[in-house]
């Protein structure tokens, strides 16, 4: 693969990224909107979140072996197809009042979301070791400024009062734009990378011997933890400020565009940082930030010290998911490893948030985060297991 391929990959990899990151804090920032026009509870929000959580689930235990069968091209294309249709159904749920159209509609764009991230993953895990640079908190970050972008158009679009057919009108147009222009230069490394190693048995038997692996189960727990960490705030973050903290609707978004700006710095900076810290060293950072964040949202009663607070959040719970996914590549069967680490990390990411909304329904949405400081801290604990493998390799790349 010569440089302009390399380019061309890396792009196309950045720009599918962008687009799930997007399209899911586009219908993020519009929540409030939503559990206001149906009339529901924060128990029953919690329970129509559950949707995309039920999409994403499934597919997310479906994807290894979807890409095992199809390949990688094929799979992100029926992504693209579920996320799009997912975005048309929850418009006309909306339009219609309907609390069951949302759920279907979050079931299909859970799908979606996840067929192209585990994809994203696989394929940028794989691309990462050919290319023997460090991009996989640069295509996160990609995820992340997609999610920043989403969210600072859903409010202007809020603030100046757009309708909502409009706003998902032109999500659904630079879906389109993006995919039709960065699929056809997608790499297949993974594929590659399959066929020069040697394994035996079929996917499931090759899940089941690297899951004997203590060291990628550590990393299972830390990527639990912070996918966690991130998935609660992109699905409660909006309605927290709101019923926690007693800001306004468009308070509330500018506060959750803060946590994506977080996330998005975090990530963005963090190739250039862990190049010269070492892997261990900024997980443990980023764990403790996310901590102290979590914390001062929680216990604070000031609602301006809690919404400057979400900055550390956004910041800490930023570089988790690339570091302990590039860790968990490293050695024999990294396709079959990553995509191990991605769905454990996905799972965290989109099926443990809709769970707080029933502890919030009682104790409030602030004691809902208390769970998740409680999984960040283990995370501190545990991420010594990303350092090994990743020292070895940087060290052969000087």
């Known amino acids: 693969m010569n440089l302009q391929q390399q380019l061309r990959g890396k792009w196309a990899i950045y720009g599918l990224m962008f687009l799930p990151g997007f399209t899911w804090a586009s219908w993020v920032s519009r929540t409030p909107f939503m559990r206001d026009i149906l009339h529901a509870s924060t128990e029953m929000m919690g329970l129509i979140l559950f949707g995309f959580s039920c999409g994403s689930m499934l597919c997310v235990l479906l994807a290894g072996k979807l890409i095992a069968h199809c390949g990688t091209s094929r799979v992100m294309r029926y992504g693209f197809v579920l996320l799009l249709s997912g975005v048309a159904v929850m418009l006309a749920a909306l339009l219609l009042h309907n609390a069951y ?43 992340s400024f997609g999610t920043l972008i989403g969210a600072l158009s859903g409010l202007a679009m809020t603030a100046a009062d757009i309708s909502i057919s409009w706003h998902f009108a032109a999500v659904v147009l630079v879906n389109l734009l993006i995919v039709s222009t960065a699929l056809r230069h997608l790499p297949a490394t993974s594929g590659s990378e399959r066929h020069e190693q040697d394994h035996s048995g079929g996917f499931l038997a090759q899940v089941g011997r690297e899951l004997r692996d203590r060291q990628l189960l550590i990393l299972g727990v830390v990527i639990l933890a912070m996918a966690l960490a991130e998935g609660s705030a992109n699905d409660w973050l909006p309605l927290l400020m709101i019923d926690g903290h007693n800001l306004n609707h468009t308070q509330s978004t500018l506060v959750y565009a803060g946590f994506t700006a977080g996330m998005t710095v975090g990530r963005f900076l963090g190739g250039y940082v862990v190049d010269r810290v070492g892997r261990v060293l900024v997980l443990r ?24 607070a979400v900055l550390f959040w956004g910041i ?18 990294s396709a079959v490893r990553v995509t191990i680490a991605a769905t454990l990390g996905y799972l965290a990411f989109l099926v443990g948030p809709p769970g707080l909304g029933f502890i919030g329904e009682h104790a409030g949405l602030r004691m809902a985060m208390l769970p998740v400081l409680v999984m960040v801290l283990l995370a501190l604990v545990c991420a010594g297991a990303a350092g090994s493998r990743y020292l070895k390799k940087a060290d052969q790349s000087v």
């Open 285 to 308: 950072a980023s764990a403790f930030s996310a901590a102290l964040g979590l914390a001062m949202v929680i216990f604070s009663n000031n609602q301006w010290l809690a919404a400057a």
């Open 101 to 143: 159209g949302v759920f279907a509609s979050l079931v299909l764009l859970g799908g979606g979301t996840a067929l192209i991230d585990v994809v994203i993953n696989v394929e940028g895990a794989a691309f990462e070791r050919l290319i023997g640079k460090s991009i996989m908190t640069t295509i996160h970050g990609f995820f």
């Open 316 to 333: 800490g719970a930023s570089l988790g998911f690339p570091l302990t996914v590039s860790a968990a590549g490293d050695g024999q069967n």
